[in-house]
């Protein structure tokens, strides 16, 4: 079992940055694909970015890419996500999640919501404008 924990949400201004943290128990964390999904009201819960067991391999959705970054402390069991360049559209609950399969392809990184086993209860991220 795995439990998950995000912190590091708040209100910050477009064009601002921010950090979340997602804190996760068990000895299993460095064999776990991390991820960071998103939920804004009214709307499905999203993909934005995915990093495999080593940290050797990420990917971003596009509507993030070039600004957000995805990155682990397996020492800490902890997993990032550094948010720059901020829009009012990155308004929303951030959520962390694990994938404890281990896939044939060392460089595969799920991003549909099914693949994931495990979930934290998110953090807020407001961004004003």
């Known amino acids: 079992q795995v439990q998950l924990e995000e912190s590091g949400g708040g209100l910050v201004q477009a064009g601002g940055s921010l950090r979340l943290s997602c804190a996760a128990s068990g000895r299993t964390f460095a064999s776990h694909i991390m991820a960071w999904f998103r939920q804004a009201p009214g709307n499905e819960r999203e993909f934005v970015a995915a990093i495999s067991g080593n940290g050797g391999t990420s990917r971003s959705s596009d509507s993030v890419k070039g600004r957000f970054t995805i990155s682990r402390d397996n020492a800490r069991n902890t997993v990032f996500l550094q948010m720059n360049s901020l829009k009012p559209e990155d308004t929303a609950v951030y959520y962390c999640?694990?994938?404890?399969?281990?896939?044939?392809?060392?460089?595969?990184?799920?991003?549909?919501?099914?693949?994931?086993?495990?979930w934290g209860r998110g953090t807020q991220v407001t961004v004003s404008s």
């Open positions: 999640a694990a994938d404890e399969t281990i896939y044939s392809n060392i460089h595969f990184l799920p991003h549909g919501l099914w693949e994931y086993d495990y």
